[in-house]
């Protein structure tokens, strides 16, 4: 069993910046893979970034969104069993509560909720602009 707890969401304005991290409880951290979900209002849960577990043996170890690429960065710390978010150049359409997510898995999509097992209980951003 994995908890995952997020932290890091707040309010700003327009272009500004937040980060968010996720820490997780075990000690296999580094073998989940984990992304980064969010879901405003009324809409769907959806992909915002992956990064692969460790020993993948892919090139590509971090995904992205379109509507992120180049404004977020994700990364993780495996020492401190955290992944973070870096979010740049925020704008009001990323207002939504942002969920982190973690399997254990090696088979899977990196942006299909489904293909999750853990999640977090989510943090709220919001972008006024």
């Known amino acids: 069993q994995v908890q995952l707890v997020e932290s890091g969401g707040g309010l700003v304005q327009a272009g500004g910046s937040l980060r968010l991290s996720c820490t997780a409880s075990?000690?296999?951290?580094?073998?989940?893979?984990m992304g980064w979900f969010r879901q405003a209002p009324g809409k769907e849960r959806e992909f915002v970034t992956a990064i692969k577990r460790i020993y993948s043996w892919s090139a590509t170890n971090t995904y992205y969104a379109d509507s992120v690429k180049g404004r977020f960065t994700i990364s993780r710390d495996n020492f401190k069993n955290t992944m973070y978010l870096q979010m740049n150049g925020l704008k009001s359409e990323d207002t939504a509560v942002y969920y982190c997510?973690?399997?254990?898995?090696?088979?899977?999509?990196?942006?299909?909720?489904?293909?999750?097992?853990?999640w977090g209980q989510g943090t709220q951003v919001t972008v006024s602009s």
């Open positions: 997510a973690a399997d254990p898995r090696s088979s899977g999509t990196y942006y299909h909720p489904g293909d999750y097992e853990y």
């Open positions: 075990g000690r296999t951290f580094s073998s989940y893979r």
